[in-house]
Every structure is written in C-alpha cells, then in structure tokens.
Nanobody, 122 residues
Framework: VQLQASGGGLVQAGGSLRLSCAAS????????MGWFRQAPGKEREFIAT????????DYADSVKGRFTISRDNAKNTVYLQMNSLKPEDTAVYYC????????????????WGQGTLVTVSS
C-alpha cells in the first residue's frame, strides 16, 4: 500500500489543522492506520491509531482530547483532526499502515507516507 500525507502547514497556537492520508494499492480497509510524528532532534512517537473498521482508536496521552483520528474506507483515506494546537505539536507527521494490528507497539507498521510538516507558532 502506498500512502500520501497532506494538510500540514503553519498555524498559531490554539488553532486547528486536519491532516489527510490517501492510500492506494492493496485493500485499504484491511489495514489498521496510524499517525506518528517526529519533532526536530527527537525520536518518532505514536500519536493515534485506528482499527481497520474504524471501531477502535487509541491516542497518546499528549494529544488525547485534542486530536481525533478517523477513516473513510470508501475514499481510502485516514484523517487526523488536530485542535487546540500547541507549539510542542510542531513536527513532521507521518501516516502508517499495519496489516496485523492497530496497536502502536505492533512491529508491523511497515508502510509509511512521506510526512507532512506541522508548525505551530506561539
């Protein structure tokens, strides 16, 4: 499966952005999807995941209550709605696909998009 993330940009603290990740290739609905991010000088971290059906989601504590992951299997797209953005949310955001599990600790996050930069100014 090929992934293409989009929607990043510059936003002021307290603002909102919606990221999209369009998938092509194999059956999108058979994959769990996730969003991860990597800030400058830091390791990549888990943000949110969603099961193949969309019925189960998981969030990092740092974004819980502010970010919402969703998917539209008819459009082969997963979204990340980000509200109440903070400067510490500044990072490159990556979408990923997992054919076995939605769990962030799964070792099977094998498919990655190219990343989209989100910059939150104070």
């Amino acid at each position: 499966v090929q992934l293409q993330a989009s929607g990043g940009g510059l936003v002021q603290a307290g603002g909102s952005l919606r990221l999209s990740c369009a998938a092509s290739g194999r059956t999108f609905s058979s994959y769990a999807m996730g969003w991860f991010r990597q800030a400058p000088g830091k390791e990549r971290e888990f943000i949110a995941t969603i099961s193949w059906s969309g019925g189960t989601t998981d969030y990092a504590d740092s974004v819980k209550g502010r970010f919402t992951i969703s998917r539209d299997n008819a459009k082969n797209t997963v979204y990340l709605q980000m509200n109440s953005l903070k400067p510490e949310d500044t990072a490159v955001y990556y979408c990923a696909a997992n054919g076995r599990s939605y769990r962030s600790t799964s070792p099977y996050w094998n498919y990655w998009g190219q990343g989209t930069l989100v910059t939150v100014s104070s």
